[in-house]
């Protein structure tokens, strides 16, 4: 750690990574670990103090929240009103274990099995699966505002499923795009699923525009889901947050019998309240190495992967690159795959998945250009 990395991000290196217990690096022992959605960065100190001093006291018994949203519920109220300008009432707030869950609980309560759902595609693969699980029907939304009014007027689906900023693409839509979609969504009697998990992880001089937070007209269709384990890297701490602005969605919800959807853990909901409330400076240490990783991987594919198209993402640490000079379908993935680098391949992301990769750049700057190397055949070692 030193003044210009207070957090210790620029320093990590690739042995200190191979010894981290999670999915990302022990899934595939032996490779450099560029897939799965975890930051490579650990958590922020505000953070591991709180938990670490949770642990401390020594009383992980029931909680006094009362009834209603927990304390991370209500922070996330705040966090909307100051960051977003968007102020809504947190008797219209759920704590959930996880996006996920909201996405599917939405999906499969306010819209019948064969109802279509749109979707801007490529798409984050779990929602694909989400929709054939439940048996409803993937409507393809062009990201094009004209084509994705006429493919909503032939295909008539129930919802959007909106991606906002979207994986694996790193767009943003911006406020012109967003009251476009909500023209649309009004005029052909939609509902919105937001999930706007990627919304604290936008490049300035962008702006995050809650969807619902366009009108108070898309507020009363729209449920959006978030959480603070994208941005503050807490996945393996189970918590999620949903607002409901769909009234008789709500009101379906609370007709449930207690513990019917379970209630969250403390360590999640105490960590979502530290990065809400007291990680603003970490947050901002690590989107400047994020900005830095998502221009100098523009620079590293064209000196070592000459013919790769990436645009440079508005939103996210996730590169979605054009490898299809290297083959199509997943013969990008498969060629990094056995040169040593382990990424996401393409077509688990649907359509115009073929020939490309999704990167995550969550990392130091020199494991990215390791990877980045790696992938080309050539060792930096
Ligand atoms: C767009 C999007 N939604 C949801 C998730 C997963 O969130 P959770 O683990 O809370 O379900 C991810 C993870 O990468 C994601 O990118």
């Known amino acids: 750690m030193t003044e210009h990395d207070p957090f210790g991000l620029r ?13 990302k690096w022990q899934q595939h022992p032996g490779r450099l670990a560029s897939w799965v959605a975890d930051m490579d960065f650990p958590m922020a100190p505000a953070i591991s103090e709180r938990l670490g001093s949770i642990v401390d006291r020594g009383m992980v018994g029931y ?9 991370a519920g209500h922070a996330f109220v705040d966090r909307m009103a ?16 996880d996006v996920l869950q909201g996405v599917r609980l939405a999906i499969g309560m306010l819209t019948e099995p064969g109802a279509g759902i749109a979707l801007h595609t490529p798409a984050y693969h779990p929602f694909l699966h989400s929709l054939t699980d439940m048996d409803r029907r993937l409507v393809h939304a062009p990201f094009d505002i004209g084509e994705l009014r006429e493919v909503i007027a032939a ?17 943003v839509f911006d406020r012109p795009q967003l009251e476009a979609i909500a023209s649309i969504v009004e005029e052909f009697d939609l509902i919105v699923i937001s999930d706007e998990i990627h919304s604290d992880l936008v490049y300035s001089p962008g702006q ?15 449920i959006t ?24 969605f709500d009101a379906m919800l609370r007709s449930y019998p207690k513990h019917w959807f379970g209630s969250p853990n403390m360590f999640g909901v105490e960590a979502a309240v530290a990065a809400w409330a007291e ?39 996730l590169a979605w690159i054009d490898c299809s000079m290297l083959g199509d379908g997943d013969a990008p ?25 999704r990167l995550n750049f969550a990392t130091s700057p020199s494991v990215l250009e390791q990877v980045v190397a790696t992938m080309a055949g050539e060792s930096l070692a």
């Open 11 to 23: 320093s990590l290196t690739v042995e200190q990574l191979r010894s981290t217990p999670g999915v």
């Open 63 to 71: 909680q006094k929240w009362g009834a209603g949203a927990s304390p």
């Open 82 to 97: 100051s960051k977003y300008n968007w102020n809504i009432d947190v008797e219209r707030v759920h704590d959930l274990a």
């Open 155 to 171: 295909e008539r689906p129930a919802a959007l499923l909106l991606c906002h900023p979207q994986n694996p693409t790193g767009r």
């Open 208 to 222: 995050h525009i809650p969807f619902a937070s366009v009108s108070p007209a898309m507020e009363s269709r729209t």
């Open 225 to 248: 889901v978030t959480s603070t384990s994208k941005a503050f890297n807490l996945a393996g701490l189970r918590w999620a947050v949903m607002h409901v602005g769909i009234e008789r």
């Open 279 to 317: 990680s603003d400076d970490w947050l901002a240490a690590v989107m400047g190495v994020l900005d830095e990783n998502r221009h100098h991987l523009a620079e590293l594919l064209d000196q070592y992967l000459p013919g790769a198209l990436y645009r440079v993402p508005d939103a996210t640490y």
């Open 333 to 357: 993935f498969e060629l990094f795959q056995s040169r040593g680098v382990e990424l996401s391949p393409g077509t688990q992301f649907g359509a115009g998945g073929s020939g490309h990769v």
